[in-house]
């Protein structure tokens, strides 16, 4: 286990292409087993965490755009929230609301979700890449790094990339998109930009595991 060996110089670098970029997509698109979603991030900012707060680190987050999130995604890694531990969330948004929420704790997640308005809106979009962490560990704060998987947050949106989703919960659900986890694919577009927890445009492949080591 080599979080602690990560080069968040070398991170940091690499993130500069994928910030520019985000920062210049208007839509995104997820692909996968059980997702097809679609969300706009026009205009908001992108924010690196290369290590300059959190240990371990290793993600480029943004905001959707309030109403914009459209469409079903399966997060396939298990979370833990409230003491509560979930597994296989299955969303479906419509107009950038939670309409429909399935998991093994169908109520339980139902009633999280019932919190306040904020709650059943996306108030964070990521992409992770820390090459040393490769398996979810139920610890948020690794898990939200893994390579080759994204996240989104549930709840309220950071300061840094605001879209003024207010709420009083943040609960990161993640997906991993590896070949190993089911695959799946990041559109930036209408442009593949991430296949199967791959960068595949060559400005970008600096955040590939092996480049990253």
Same mark, same amino acid.
């Given at each position: 286990?080599?979080?602690?060996?990560?080069?968040?110089?070398?991170?940091?670098?690499?993130?500069?292409?994928?910030?520019? !970029?985000?920062?210049?997509?208007?839509?995104?698109?997820?692909?996968?087993?059980?997702?097809?979603?679609?969300?706009?991030?026009?205009?908001?900012?992108?924010?690196?965490?290369?290590?300059?707060?959190?240990?371990?680190?290793?993600?480029?987050?943004?905001?959707?755009? !309030?109403?914009?999130?459209? %469409?079903?995604?399966?997060?396939?890694?298990?979370?833990?929230?409230?003491?509560?531990?979930?597994?296989?969330?299955?969303?479906?948004?419509?107009?950038?609301?939670?309409?429909?929420?399935?998991?093994?704790?169908?109520?339980?997640?139902?009633?999280?979700?019932?919190?306040?308005?904020?709650?059943?809106?996306? %108030?964070?979009?990521?992409?992770?890449?820390?090459?040393?962490?490769?398996?979810?560990? !139920?610890?948020?704060?690794?898990?939200?790094?893994?390579?080759?998987?994204?996240?989104?947050?549930?709840?309220?949106?950071?300061?840094?990339?605001?879209?003024?989703?207010?709420? %009083?919960?943040?609960?990161?659900?993640?997906?991993?998109?590896?070949?190993?986890?089911?695959?799946?694919?990041?559109?930036?577009?209408?442009?593949?930009?991430?296949?199967?927890?791959?960068?595949?445009?060559?400005?970008?492949?600096?955040?590939?595991?092996?480049?990253?080591?």
């Amino acid at each position: 286990f080599r979080v602690c060996t990560a080069d968040y110089a070398r991170m940091s670098a690499a993130m500069d292409p994928l910030k520019q !970029l985000m920062e210049r997509t208007d839509r995104v698109r997820i692909t996968g087993p059980d997702t097809d979603l679609q969300f706009s991030i026009k205009g908001m900012p992108a924010v690196k965490c290369d290590g300059d707060r959190n240990i371990p680190d290793g993600e480029l987050f943004t905001a959707p755009r !309030l109403d914009t999130v459209e %469409g079903k995604i399966l997060f396939n890694t298990r979370t833990i929230y409230q003491g509560t531990t979930f597994d296989q969330i299955r969303l479906r948004f419509e107009k950038g609301r939670v309409v429909q929420a399935e998991t093994d704790k169908t109520d339980r997640l139902n009633r999280i979700l019932d919190t306040d308005k904020g709650a059943r809106r996306v %108030g964070e979009f990521s992409l992770s890449f820390n090459p040393h962490i490769t398996r979810p560990m !139920l610890d948020i704060l690794f898990d939200e790094k893994i390579a080759g998987a994204l996240h989104l947050a549930l709840g309220s949106a950071y300061d840094d990339a605001d879209n003024r989703n207010r709420s %009083g919960i943040h609960w990161d659900l993640i997906q991993i998109q590896t070949t190993e986890a089911g695959g799946g694919q990041v559109w930036f577009d209408d442009r593949l930009v991430r296949d199967n927890g791959r960068f595949v445009l060559p400005e970008l492949q600096g955040l590939n595991p092996e480049n990253l080591g």
